[in-house]
């Protein structure tokens, strides 16, 4: 994607200004649906770029890195779209009435949090007993290069735990398969078909269809169930490092930073208790007006 830009130029005339070019560029790209890559894309390209400049930097190539002299674009952070807990009961009476592949695929994401390339990418031998299961690796769809597959997002395999009832639609999922003639093997894919793995945008595609067909806000995406199990753990007085590790994030730092709707209840509940810290001062307050509005009416 960058080399066609900058390429041919060798790293010691590479300037600040070259580089806010190559991010002018690169937001022209569009998205497969269309759609202009969002900032946080082209900063990613960047840093990319920084990394090698970097290198070069500490090989005594270049005397400081140009990519940390760019001007980024401030971008306004969008709200998480979270569906509310009555909502999601909505979602899963909906789910529930999917054909059995995509009701496990839709379950399994809302009571796991797992991203669409995890679950794309897990395998009859990444489940164990108890419900566990080991979250390693990603299938992804990239423009160009079709399905690709590689580890997590932060390159760390993690273990979660299902909920019984999914850990029996898995079973019969895997039943339906083999009544359909298949010869399952160890490493085989969950979500597929005879012909194969289902790609992802099979599932983003279908929800999306189900989202409106039954009213769900226009905002809502297949991400959206991992916003909501996010959500409704912190909610429900989960620790933010046990989130995080289920999540596959590195730290609570970017729990913290992203999911702010479990906070605004604590920040009610400081309120609440300020508000009692000083009630008996208004009272008192109160007290004293009433007794000279009588003192006044007395006179």
Known sequence: VVY???????????????????CAELRKRKKRNGEPVCEVTVRKYLQTVSAVLEDAKRNDILLYNPAHRVRGIRVEKKAQPIPSEFGMRKLLQCILQEPLLYRVFYLTAITT??????????????????????????RSSVLGQ??????????????????????????????????????????DYIFSTVDGPVHPDSFTRRLRRIYQKNDFPPDYHLHTLRHFFATYLLQNNTSKQVAAELLGHADTSFL??????????????????????????????????QAQMKTDSAG
Request: one cysteine or more; glycine letters at 8%.
């Open 4 to 22: 066609p830009h900058i390429g041919g130029i060798a790293l010691n005339k590479l300037r600040p200004l070259v580089l806010e070019e190559l």
């Open 113 to 138: 949090g797992m991203r669409r390339g995890e679950l794309c990418a897990l395998r009859w031998n990444d489940l164990h007993g108890g419900g566990v299961v080991t979250v390693q690796h990603s």
């Open 146 to 187: 079709g399905i690709v597959e590689s580890s997590t997002k932060n390159h760390r395999a993690r273990t979660v735990v299902i909920p019984d009832l999914v850990h029996d639609y898995m079973g019969e999922l895997f039943l339906e398969q083999a009544r359909a003639g298949r010869v399952i093997q160890p490493d």
């Open 256 to 289: 913290e930073r992203t999911y702010c709707h479990p906070q605004l209840e604590s920040k009610q509940q400081a309120a609440s208790v300020l508000a009692e810290w000083i009630q008996p001062a208004e009272d008192e307050a109160w007290a004293r007006e």
